[in-house]
T-cell receptor
Framework: GENVEQHPSTLSVQEGDSAVIKCTYS??????FPWYKQELGKRPQLIID?????GEKKDQRIAVTLNKTAKHFSLHITETQPEDSAVYFC???????????FGTGTQLKVEL | GAGVSQSPSNKVTEKGKDVELRCDPI?????LYWYRQSLGQGLEFLIY????????KSGLPSDRFSAERTGGSVSTLTIQRTQQEDSAVYLC??????????????FGEGSRLTVL
């Protein structure tokens, strides 16, 4: 089945700096790679996703990159703000109506 | 309803008792997931229902756990003979599967289970 590793488990940055979280996977059939954000005490919510037919996708301050050859994908947050502090989960699916498997999460703290 | 609804929001039970957790997905969503999240931990996959296909039960931790989805809509997760290690937040999510593509998961608020 799908396996996804996420690093780092915790990340602390200064406000305004960039943050990068990386996930690696093993199943080359994986073709859908979303990122979810979970604020303290809240439910996870989708922030950005990418499918295997593109290498990069941007949405304002966040971007996701995908390297299919190396089997890894990354979340990039630029100009971090205190409200970016949350736990971020990567996930993946092999499509075909198959399940979504989540990484172990990264606790991001943006310090003033 | 507008979103995924779960009940109860909080459940405290004694070790050895059975519990049922309910999930009402977004209308029209064919896929339904149950995940477990222990304090400060990740999202542990439990079970996945997709349309009329046989559910993917590969994440259920023991035979004390079972789930069903009636009429392709409401789902119930049942934990028999609860143990203290079952204490966690149980999250339900639903999504559309369009053209074989996995869609966005919409999560409920979760059911917080505490086993004394």
């Amino acid at each position: 089945g799908e396996n996804v590793e996420q690093h780092p488990s915790t990340l602390s940055v200064q406000e305004g700096d960039s943050a990068v979280i990386k996930c690696t996977y093993s199943d080359s059939a994986s073709n859908y790679f979303p990122w979810y954000k979970q604020e303290l005490g809240k439910r996870p919510q989708l922030i950005i996703d990418i499918r295997s037919n593109v290498g990069e996708k941007k949405d304002q301050r966040i971007a996701v990159t995908l390297n299919k050859t190396a089997k890894h994908f990354s979340l990039h947050i630029t100009e971090t703000q205190p409200e970016d502090s949350a736990v971020y989960f990567c996930a993946l699916s092999t499509g075909g109506g198959n399940k979504l498997t989540f990484g172990t999460g990264t606790q991001l703290k943006v310090e003033l | 309803g507008a979103g995924v609804s779960q009940s109860p929001s909080n459940k405290v039970t004694e070790k050895g008792k059975d519990v049922e957790l309910r999930c009402d997905p977004i209308s029209g969503h064919t896929a339904l997931y149950w995940y477990r999240q222990s304090l400060g931990q990740g999202l542990e996959f439990l079970i996945y229902f997709q349309g009329n296909s046989a559910p993917d039960k590969s994440g259920l931790p023991s035979d004390r756990f079972s789930a069903e989805r009636t009429g392709g809509s409401v789902s119930t997760l049942t934990i028999q003979r609860t143990q203290q290690e079952d204490s966690a937040v149980y999250l339900c999510a639903s999504s559309l599967i369009a053209g074989g593509d996995t869609g966005e998961l919409f999560f409920g608020e979760g059911s917080r289970l505490t086993v004394l």
